[in-house]
């Protein structure tokens, strides 16, 4: 009950496309929705975050949008680009697992010139 | 702001040898401090949590005896891998959360990688 699932696990886009990465949890008691993007040999930097109450959040070219009732989350990226080439982890926490996180698997975008 | 940094960012020493990872958060302090290790193409998992100046608390399956996790300011952790085996060379990450904001949030820091020849 305390994962994440996250898909798809790779991701191949051309510049300028929207790669779009889907999670999905269990545990209701969750109530922040976090993303981060990690660079090979580089610890992980917040990308965007959503809480429950919201259906969607934008922040520049990244997009979270969040179905409470499928217990489903995901993140869009506009107008993509090779230096958006990174791992993608989706992750949630709260309720009885308090400042725990839990991280997805990942996901492996790969945007071509 | 909130930076975390991490020494070192490379680490190599021999199989039954200790090593120690410092975590520092930079511009705020960390009443919260995570360790998680990555291994390659795979997800974080989280090791233990450590708030200032109490026990840290391990996750199912983590030898506490073998990672040392101290917590002693509200600014630092380290976490000491004790006789180090092959088996344990990873990518350790730390993570602190701050005092005041968003209480979920954490920072990360940068990482350090750990080979056990």
């Known amino acids: 009950q305390q994962q994440v699932k996250q898909s798809p696990q790779s991701l191949i886009v051309q510049k300028g496309g929207i790669p779009i990465i889907n999670c999905a949890y269990e545990?209701?008691?969750?109530?922040?929705f976090p993303w981060y993007q990690q660079f090979p040999g580089k610890g992980p930097a917040l990308l965007i975050a959503?809480?429950?109450?919201?259906s969607e959040k934008k922040e520049g070219r990244f997009t979270i949008s969040f179905n409470k009732s499928a217990k489903q989350f995901s993140l869009h990226i506009m107008d993509s680009q090779p230096g958006d080439s990174a791992t993608y982890f989706c992750?949630?926490?709260?309720?009885?697992?308090?400042?725990?996180?839990?991280f997805g698997a990942g996901t492996r975008l790969f945007v071509k010139a | 702001g909130a930076v975390v940094s991490q020494h070192p960012s490379r680490v190599i020493c021999k199989s039954g040898t200790s090593v120690k990872i410092e975590c520092r958060s930079l511009?705020?302090?960390?009443?919260?401090m995570f360790w998680y290790r990555q291994f390659p193409k795979q997800s974080l998992m989280l090791m233990a949590t450590?708030?200032?100046?109490?026990?840290?608390?391990?996750e199912q399956g983590v030898e506490k005896d073998k990672f040392l996790i101290n917590h002693a300011s509200l600014t630092l952790s380290t976490l000491t891998v004790t006789s180090a085996h092959p088996e344990d060379s990873s990518f350790y990450i730390c993570?602190?959360?701050?005092?005041?904001?968003?209480?979920?949030?954490?920072?990360f820091g940068p990482g350090t990688r750990l080979t056990v020849l």
């Open positions: 993570s602190a959360r701050g005092r005041g904001g968003s209480y979920n949030e954490q920072f």
């Open positions: 545990n209701t008691a969750f109530d922040y």
């Open positions: 959503i809480r429950p109450d919201v």
């Open positions: 992750a949630a926490s709260g309720g009885t697992g308090g400042f725990k996180t839990i």
């Open positions: 511009d705020f302090q960390a009443t919260t």
């Open positions: 450590s708030n200032e100046g109490s026990k840290a608390t391990y």
